[in-house]
Every structure is written in C-alpha cells, then in structure tokens.
C-alpha cells in the first residue's frame, strides 16, 4: 500500500503564494501520475494539476499560469506551487498517487489519496 502525507496548507491573503507537498511512501514500485485535486465547500472535487512520470503536465484551466506542479521521484514527493492565488482557489487540497505497489510478491496498480490540507485564501 501507499501512504501520503501532505504538507503546506494554510491561509493566505489575495495574491500570496504557498507550496504544498505531499510525499508517498511504503511498498512501492513504481509511480505513474501524481496530481492534486481540490474541493470547495458544496463542490465537486476537482483536477488542479497533474503530472505523469513521462509527458507533459496538465491543469485547469482556472490555474492555468499560477499553479505550477512538479515531481521528484528520488523523494516520490510532488509539489504544487500556488501563486497569485485568489479567494476563489479556497479549497481541501488533495494529493492523488497512480502506483505500482508490492502486495506480496505481486505488483498491483492502485490509486491513493492522500488526507487533503486545506487552503484558504482571504480577500
């Protein structure tokens, strides 16, 4: 199984910036994509950001130039750089992981989510 611990969250005025991290961790293989997601009060959970283990990253629209999400796979750590954030980017942020991990002696592909760190950006 994988583990994730997130890190970073916090609050923040209009046009501030944080960094939030999440590092995986257990019997793990390899890891395909990383990204966060995020989810506002009464929303839907949402992608923020994505990066997959070769090819281009992907965002949202509405974070398309703030945001900027990154991978260090000596660390499995990904990171998601938030800058010029607005009142609006409000939100549990969630960390979501696509590895390949050991159960046994056999590799399963799994899916994990990390615990969420919230973001709040005040006007």
């Known amino acids: 199984q994988v583990q994730l611990v997130e890190s970073g969250g916090g609050l923040v005025q209009a046009g501030g910036s944080l960094t939030l991290s999440c590092a995986a961790s257990g019997n793990i293989f390899s890891i395909n994509a990383m990204g966060w997601y995020r989810q506002a009060p009464g929303k839907q959970r949402e992608l923020v950001a994505v990066?997959?283990?070769?090819?281009?990253?992907n965002y949202a629209d509405s974070v398309k130039g703030r945001f900027t999400i990154s991978r260090d796979n000596a660390k499995n750590t990904v990171y998601l750089q938030m800058n010029s954030l607005k009142p609006e980017d409000t939100a549990v942020y969630y960390c979501?992981?696509?590895?390949?991990?050991?159960?046994?002696?056999?590799?399963?592909?799994?899916?994990?989510w990390g615990q969420g760190t919230q973001v709040t950006v005040s006007s």
């Open positions: 979501n992981v696509d590895a390949i991990v050991w159960v046994l002696d056999v590799r399963v592909r799994g899916d994990y």
């Open positions: 990066i997959p283990s070769v090819g281009s990253t």
